[in-house]
T-cell receptor, first 112, second 115 residues
């Protein structure tokens, strides 16, 4: 019954590796988002997709590549991981006509 | 100047008191405003949203918006220890179908309600 789900919940990896985080929502929403929350708890938008189309692309290193195979899924692939990528990554979704966003449980990424 | 500013706290109030959380924003074109609550180790959870100047009440929570002063606040009446969390203010320039919801968050205010 989880509305917005993410996998994995925890990810510990070495510098230089490539990893992916997956997000799925069963709310029927058209828009999905990726946020990064740093160690100071500051939450910042990275990307947004509306019905599989990229609509928000903030200043994020191009090592980060989102992909939306359908409007219920939004994945985030990260190449050549760096120490500074350690953070909690949240997926969120919202209906097209409203901005209220519903967040997934987060993926805690630790790069060693 | 940060786009959305909050006092990081911590704000400490006794149980049963009113907790007042404040937020200012820099973009005069902002149209919709949100308060999220985040418990430690959990995801943000929407408490309230407000679009129009004035007050909006929902149970023990009241959101207040003053667009002229670029100020939004959240009042929590009869504060409970379970209200202890980080409260995030978020602002969106668009409204309804005109925006795809680029939320800009403040850094959050840590609230502690002590028995």
């Amino acid at each position: 019954d989880t509305a917005v789900s993410q996998t994995p919940k925890y990810l510990v990896t070495q510098m230089g590796n490539d990893k992916s985080i997956k997000c799925e929502q069963n709310l029927g929403h058209d828009t999905m988002y990726w946020y990064k929350q740093d160690s100071k708890k500051f939450l910042k938008i990275m990307f947004s997709y509306n019905n599989k189309e990229l609509i928000i692309n903030e200043t994020v290193p191009n090592r980060f590549s989102p992909k939306s195979p359908d409007k219920a899924h939004l994945n985030l692939h990260i190449n050549s991981l760096e120490l500074g990528d350690s953070a909690v990554y949240f997926c969120a979704s919202s209906p097209l006509a409203r901005e209220t966003q519903y967040f997934g449980p987060g993926t805690r990424l630790l790069v060693l | 100047q940060k786009e959305v500013e909050q006092n990081s706290g911590p704000l400490s109030v006794p149980e049963g008191a009113i907790a007042s959380l404040n937020c200012t924003y820099s973009d005069r074109g902002s149209q919709s405003f949100f308060w999220y609550r985040q418990y430690s180790g959990k995801s943000p959870e929407l408490i309230m949203f407000i679009y129009s100047n004035g007050d909006k009440e929902d149970g023990r929570f009241t959101a207040q918006l003053n667009k002229a002063s670029q100020y939004v606040s959240l009042l929590i009446r009869d504060s409970q220890p379970s209200d202890s969390a980080t409260y995030l203010c978020a602002v969106n320039r668009g409204r309804g179908g005109t925006s795809y919801g680029k939320l800009t968050f403040g850094q959050g205010t840590i609230l502690t309600v002590h028995p």
